[in-house]
């Protein structure tokens, strides 16, 4: 089965893992009628199948003034990596590019919308040029046009953040929310939760690491609305069609106003906390302890970085 907390194979089983473009659109879900041959994927220590990187990590299509970006790496819970940052990129730059469009879907194929970061890039190295993904998250949040994540399933890590990032979050109601990089042992890629949520709700998020249901993500504001599983790209393209019926640029003035109010508050000083000199020793600290699980998962396979990533966490309330 797939650990739908960070996106990576615990079995080689693939079976009904969704895969949208292989099957009719009203399927209700999109699920793999065969499994794909696994034989060229390079494997884990512990013989769990990866795919390879791909064009299509991203796919791309607009009509009626929408455009939808899907991530597609299904088989992975959508895990991000430079190459689908590169072609997410990529089809903002497409977006932005084309007059007709007024507003963008951002959605997941299968399951998920995203696992987050993908643990296992390391497997195909990729030195091509790509983005850093803050930029392109931070590319959503100013994106002169509106954006509308579609959340289905899992969203947890980067994939909490880059739904985050966008200006509106239409949730399924099976859709689980977290930043679940404290139990990795690394921080927080973009700091964008603490202005969605209230003080006490963000570091409960934040501290914790623990997976948030659709109707408390909706109760903290991390989320908009949550709809039925069925009814998510109705909704989504519902919501989206109204923004882009709206005046462009009245929608894009409101849209930087708003951002202007949380950019004046410190968000943009927050996001690249990184640069901080006063946060060095605690990054430091950070990145000693996040790249000690990653040797660990690397040397020694999943089920050993599971055990390592949840030591004393697996008893805690709520688990």
């Known amino acids: 089965m797939v650990d739908c907390r960070t996106g990576v194979y615990e079995s080689a089983s693939l079976r009904g893992v969704g895969e949208r473009d ?32 791909s064009p299509d990590d991203v796919l791309y299509e607009s009509a009626d003034g929408v455009a939808r970006i899907t991530l597609n790496r299904p088989l992975v819970l959508n895990a991000i990596n430079r190459n689908l940052m590169r072609l997410l990129d990529a089809a ?57 994540a579609a959340v289905r399933g899992h969203a947890v890590g980067q994939g909490c953040e880059l739904a985050g990032v966008c200006d509106l979050t239409i949730a399924s109601d099976n859709a689980r929310l977290g930043e679940i990089q404290i ?21 409960e998020v934040l501290l914790l690491g623990e997976v948030i ?42 849209k930087r106003l ?29 990145d000693a302890v996040g790249t000690g699980r990653q040797r660990v998962r690397e040397d020694q396979g999943w089920a050993a970085f599971k055990r390592e990533r949840d030591r004393g966490y697996e008893d805690a309330p709520n688990q």
């Open 183 to 203: 139990r990795h042992g690394f921080g927080i890629p973009v700091l964008i939760t603490p202005f969605l949520a209230s003080q006490k709700q963000a570091k």
């Open 258 to 286: 708003v951002n202007l109010v949380y950019e004046q508050m410190g968000l943009i000083d927050a996001v690249r906390y990184r640069e901080n000199e006063q946060l060095r020793d605690l990054l430091e600290a950070e």
């Open 92 to 148: 903002l730059d497409h977006a932005e590019a084309d007059d007709d469009v007024r507003a963008v879907i951002l959605t997941g194929a299968g399951r998920a919308f995203s696992a987050g970061g993908d643990l296992w890039a390391s497997l195909y190295p990729d030195d091509e040029p790509a983005p850093d993904s803050l930029d392109v998250l931070m590319r959503i949040w100013s994106f002169p046009k509106p954006t509308v």
């Open 22 to 53: 292989t099957v009719p659109p009203d399927d209700g879900g999109g699920r793999m009628t065969t499994e794909p041959d696994t034989s060229t994927w390079k494997q884990t220590p512990d013989g769990i199948p990866i795919p390879p990187p």
């Open 213 to 254: 249901e659709a109707r408390d993500a909706l109760r903290m504001g991390l989320v908009n609305r949550v709809v039925p599983d069925d009814q998510l790209e109705d909704a989504a393209t519902e919501m989206a069609g109204k923004l882009a019926s709206l005046p462009p640029s009245a929608v894009r003035l409101n």
